[in-house]
């Protein structure tokens, strides 16, 4: 973190995030006077940002000449704020460890958390990190200097009546992630820092709040997009993508279901080509599911008031999941009244280029990048996207465990082998006897070296395909730590060369025992012989080459 910046620099650089934000390159006296404070190459980057800005517009016009069958006549707008918490051990503000779901309530709560008189936030560099880490991630603009201000409302889980957070000066602008869908790319407007609330139950029998500090103070970012979104499909593409996104830089785990992602949905409708309506944002919406159901019902909601000839208000909404509809928690008039105010606490948060350089050399590969490194390789699309599920933990459910992993075991066993082969054993074999077996990547048993060895015995011919798989079932079965090789010969499965004696024994036992089949094939219908290759398979235990045993029987029947 830097020292102090020079003040008109810094003075110029928030004016220029205003000029960047806001997407005004209209040219007038003050742009002017703003545009001679650029360098080339802000100037180069404001171009690329303009021509950003046309491409998503173009875009966005292409897709709202689609008409959504749902609501004909209409267009569909969303934009989404996304609150994820920050993977770090400690709070923002506080050296208590973060507490899970299942810890005793109040169990993590530092005198700061629960606003004793006298307290200090003191800054969180980790969670700073892990900010800056998925800013870069979405391509966002880190910003050199981002400050803290507080939001107040008076709720019990609030002990101090204010949140921190970064209103006015957010730790990074811009930016954006594509969709794979239809090619969408959805704008980042920025990332915060921000706390979260404690917790509060309210207990009916006796009327009482119980309240719990635990989750009080632990960092969260919120991740503001545009409202680029038009269905309720692109909303859940948007944030399974930024899930995946989150968990592969570590910045978050994403669980929607635990909490640890919540998102707040703003939708609005307008009559096709006209402007954007007015918003409604549902709140604290914590499964991809009951997301895109309550887009649809607000929809709805909005084109039948609208129809009837009334308005939509602006109001902040929730969503009953029993009774799939939204229901007005407080009018825009209701609002309360937030009283930001600069944290007098927190001096401005000051990242120099190197910190920021060095985070960015540290980045691991993206999800965009794995996908393209893997197409590369030749896999099919649906492998590749097979293996990234479970990395991302679709796999399991969307807000299910994470997967983990299932790349880098691709990778450390494709190592010196063949790509499509390896993935074809993982994605076939492997992951559908775990699916069999309702079990997760997560619990596989086989280590890279076992399924090395059991791609390389097949691939040379040493135990046939049928072989593998059932060497594969013995790893999952037994959790063995027997190489394949040792296994094949234990369990008398090295493959039958055709040395002429047991293959002809086997074909002709199968052809006397099948004396229909082979009089058929006799008559030219060769693809019967399928049923009596099935036949000699069963007898040598998947031992023998189905393609000579098919060769041998056609010699034979001929
Ligand atoms: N016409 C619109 N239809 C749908 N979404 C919109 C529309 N206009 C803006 N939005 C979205 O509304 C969200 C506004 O979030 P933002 O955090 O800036 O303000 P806020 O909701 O007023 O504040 P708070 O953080 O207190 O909820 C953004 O995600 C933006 O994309
Ligand atoms: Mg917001
Ligand atoms: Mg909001």
């Known amino acids: 973190m830097a020292e102090d910046e020079g003040r008109t620099k810094v003075v110029g650089t928030n004016r220029l995030d205003k000029l960047h934000g806001k997407v005004d390159y209209t040219p007038g006296p003050a742009n002017a006077e703003l545009l001679c404070l650029l360098s080339p190459a802000r100037l180069a980057q404001i171009s690329i940002c303009s021509l950003m800005e046309i491409y998503v517009r173009l875009v966005h016009t292409i897709r709202t000449l689609k008409e959504d069958p749902r609501w004909p006549g209409w267009e569909l707008v969303v934009g989404i704020e996304v609150h994820a918490q920050i993977k770090s051990r400690a709070k923002l503000f506080s050296e208590t460890f973060t507490a899970d779901l299942d810890e005793p309530p109040n169990s993590h709560v530092s005198p700061f958390d629960a606003a004793f008189p006298g307290t200090l ?47 006015y000066a957010p730790i990074a602008r811009g930016g954006g992630l594509k969709l794979d869908r239809d090619d969408v790319f959805v704008r980042i407007k920025q990332v915060q820092l921000e706390q979260d609330t404690g917790k509060s139950a309210f207990l009916p029998r006796n009327h009482l709040s119980a309240i719990d500090l635990n989750r009080a103070g632990t ?101 009953d999941e029993d009774r799939a509809e939204t229901y007005a928690l407080r009018s825009k008039e209701d609002a309360p009244d937030y009283r930001y105010m600069p ?76 790509p499509k082969a390896v993935v074809n054993w993982i994605t076939h074999e492997l992951l559908g006897q775990l699916a069999f077996r309702r079990e997760t990547f997560k619990e596989n048993p086989i280590s890279v070296e076992q399924m090395g060895n059991l791609i390389d015995l097949v691939q040379t011919g040493t135990i046939t395909g049928t072989s593998g798989k059932t060497i594969l079932r013995h790893l999952l079965s037994n959790h063995s730590q027997d190489m394949p090789s040792k296994l094949a010969e234990q369990l008398l499965l090295i493959a039958v060369r055709d040395d002429g004696s047991s293959l002809e024994k086997w074909c002709s036992e199968a052809i006397s025992a099948l004396p229909e089949e082979a009089k058929i094939v006799r008559t030219g219908n060769v693809r019967v012989v399928n049923k009596i290759v099935g036949r000699v398979m069963k007898a040598s235990r998947g031992r023998a080459n189905a393609e000579d045993v098919r060769a041998m029987l056609l010699k034979m029947l001929q």
């Open 121 to 167: 936030p003191r800054l969180n560099s980790k969670c700073v990190e892990l900010g800056v880490r998925t800013a870069i991630a979405l391509n966002a603009e880190v910003q050199r200097r981002s400050a803290f201000d507080r939001k107040h409302y008076f709720y019990a889980d609030l002990p101090s009546g204010y949140q921190i957070t970064q209103q």
């Open 219 to 319: 960092g969260l970012m919120e991740i503001v997009s545009e409202p680029d979104m038009r269905s309720p499909e692109e909303a859940a593409d948007y944030v399974r993508t930024l899930q995946a996104l989150l968990r592969c830089v570590g910045s978050s785990d994403g669980h929607m279901e635990q909490g640890s992602l919540r998102c707040d949905v703003n939708v609005s409708v307008n009559r096709a080509g006209s402007p954007p309506g007015t918003r409604c944002e549902i709140k604290n919406l914590n499964s991809v599911k009951f997301m895109m159901i309550a887009i649809t019902c607000e929809a709805h909601r909005q084109i039948e008031l609208l129809e009837s000839g009334r308005s939509v208000p602006q109001e902040t909404r929730g969503f």
């Open 343 to 418: 944290d007098p606490n927190l001096p401005p948060l000051l990242l120099d280029q190197e910190y920021i350089t060095k985070i960015r050399n540290d980045m691991p590969e993206l999800p965009d990048m794995t996908r393209a490194r893997l197409l590369a390789l030749d896999l099919s699309r649906r492998d590749t996207d097979v293996l990234m599920d479970v990395d991302s933990g679709r796999e399991v459910g969307f807000d299910g465990e994470l997967g983990g992993g299932a790349v880098a075991y691709f990778d450390s066993v494709a190592r010196g082998r063949d």
